[in-house]
């Protein structure tokens, strides 16, 4: 009897697991969708959404697609951000190492919408610091034990940069952004998810800055405001290494 009572009972709670499981796979995309706009939305300070998730672990690859990250109040740009279609292709046998290994994330046609106001001040650069000061935060206080990540390509091609500088007297314009092609981000033993961001974050201004500095609008920005984009870009640049450190 006692042992019948047993087996039943592990029964149940191997249904009951299955049933959760169960859920749990059929839910993932949605899971995965909503903890990207949730922590997105804590790190920039501002809403973050995307129109689509579709995960397959048995294939280790992934796919997000509409990322959009919203301007900082203040500006009247909707998105700084646009990413059309993002996908990961992922190590499975690292997933219970760590670091965890990606062997390509690649971000396919993003739209980068950089606003300036009568100051010169972007949405870009606003964004930039308060990442700055989340990723700051999460370094000081996480545990030794939080998971690492290592990237060993990370792609960013067929990009735009749409500049409004219409505060400044200019027309909008749009430029072409240089593939981005990182390798081995995180180095070989991986790194927390805020230093990951970090890495990226200085590759993706590096471009961005220096885009804007051979175009017409640095050389208004030098005529405004008498400081040039190039001084702007190195200052950025600056922080984010001294910031690393």
Do not use: C, W
Request: charged share 25%; net charge neutral; proline share 2%.
């Amino acid at each position: 009897m006692k042992k019948g009572v047993i087996f039943g009972t592990i029964a149940v709670l191997v249904i009951v697991i299955a049933i959760l499981v169960s859920h749990l796979l059929a839910n993932l995309n949605s899971l995965v969708a909503k903890a990207i706009e949730k922590h997105g939305s804590e790190v920039t300070e501002t809403t973050v959404g995307v129109s689509g998730v579709d995960i397959s672990l048995r294939e280790g690859r992934g796919s997000i697609e509409g990322l959009k990250v919203a301007s900082p109040e203040g500006f009247k740009a909707k998105q700084v951000f646009e990413l059309g279609d993002i996908t990961v292709d992922l190590d499975l046998g690292s997933v219970r190492k760590n670091p965890v290994v990606l062997d390509e994330v690649r971000i396919q046609a993003p739209v980068i919408n950089v606003e300036f106001d009568k100051k010169g001040a972007s949405n870009i650069d606003e964004l930039r610091k308060r990442i700055q000061a989340y990723t700051g935060e999460s370094k000081g206080s996480s545990g030794g034990g939080e998971k690492k990540i290592r990237i060993k390509s990370f792609v960013f091609e067929k990009g735009s940069i749409t500049v409004d500088a219409a505060a400044l007297g200019m027309e909008k314009k749009t430029l072409t952004l240089p593939e981005i092609h990182l390798t081995d981000v995180g180095g070989t033993n991986g790194s927390t998810a805020a230093g990951i961001t970090k890495e990226v974050l200085s590759a993706v201004a590096k471009n961005v800055t220096s885009e804007l500095a051979h175009s017409e609008i640095d050389q208004l920005i030098q005529d405004k405001l008498g400081n040039s984009l190039p001084d702007k870009a190195k200052s950025l640049l600056k922080k984010l290494e001294s910031d690393d450190k």
